[in-house]
């Protein structure tokens, strides 16, 4: 009983520490040799409970917050175009206004589960051989429009095909957020430039032309809901493109990293290869 005294007594200080306490640590025969070890290795485990734990609620405040705008706007014209009879314009033009929020809503509500998906380590599904010159283009060509309207040039290089073993829906999602960001970013009669190679593993470089990451923004590039630029609309994106685009990429044993500014934004996202081939005529 003397023996075991101490393991009861930093059970009993363990079993006191709750999701609402999670800041406190056990104390208890911390210094002693015998229980040092244990002491620590219970103390590091609430460290990263209390990590994951600020991370969970901060991220669902922010989810909370960004959930409530489009509703807020949604209900306003609601509530408005209620008042009294209107013309069959004016219903249009609050039917077209109300669609736009909920869009907003779906995209929101679609990042959100893919985020989540993402922090539960679920394994990809529908993991086969990608080609990735393949998708950039199809990428690409989805973003024509967007681009042509901005004034933006979209351009290609891509001497080589590249295979890697993944998820192609996620590969897509994570180089589509890339090119969508550089052709907001860019400026208009710039260009938007993918470089696709393989240097020990597949390797895609995303330069815009626009005025490049303020230093003061480059740490919280990839935290979730951040925007860089104010002025922006929120109806332009949900502040989460970077963020999934970084977990696609980690999904598959990749990485997305912000290279700096060249004087645009550069952006590299690296996955292992399962078989880079020579050029094709």
């Known amino acids: 009983g003397v023996a075991l005294k101490p393991t009861s007594e930093i059970t009993g200080q363990a079993e006191a520490i709750t999701a609402g306490t999670l ?12 229980f040092t070890r244990l002491v620590m290795v219970l103390n590091r485990m609430l460290d990263r409970l209390d990590g994951a734990f600020r991370v969970q609620r901060q991220f669902t405040a922010d989810a909370g917050h960004e959930l409530r705008a489009p509703l807020t706007v949604l209900k306003g014209d609601i509530d408005v175009t209620l008042k009294r009879d209107r013309s069959a314009a004016e219903y249009r033009a609050t039917l077209v206004s109300c669609r736009e929020e909920v869009e907003r809503l779906a995209r929101l509500a679609s990042d959100l589960l893919v985020l989540a998906r993402s922090d539960s380590a679920v394994p990809l599904e529908h993991v086969a051989e990608v080609d990735v010159r393949s998708l950039i283009h199809r990428v690409v060509a989805r973003f024509e429009s967007a681009a042509a309207a901005r004034g933006v040039h979209l351009a ?54 626009g005025p490049g990451i303020p230093p003061e923004h480059v740490p919280h590039l990839f935290v979730r809901f951040f925007r860089g630029d104010p002025a922006r609309r929120r109806s332009e994106g949900t502040g989460l493109g970077l963020a999934i685009a970084r ?35």
């Open 247 to 281: 977990a696609g990429a980690e999904a598959h044993g990749g990485s997305l990293e912000f290279v700096g500014n060249a004087p645009g934004a550069v952006f590299r996202l690296s996955f292992p290869v399962i078989r880079p081939a020579g050029p094709t005529s």
């Open 156 to 209: 290609i290089e891509a001497a080589r095909e590249v295979t890697v073993a993944g998820d192609e829906r996620i590969l897509d999602r994570a180089v589509s957020n890339l090119v969508d960001n550089g052709v907001k970013y860019c400026r208009p009669g710039g260009g938007v430039r993918l470089e696709l190679g393989s240097q020990g593993g597949g390797v895609l470089t995303v330069v815009d032309d």
């Open 23 to 34: 800041s406190e640590r056990i104390t208890a025969h911390a210094h002693v040799e015998e």
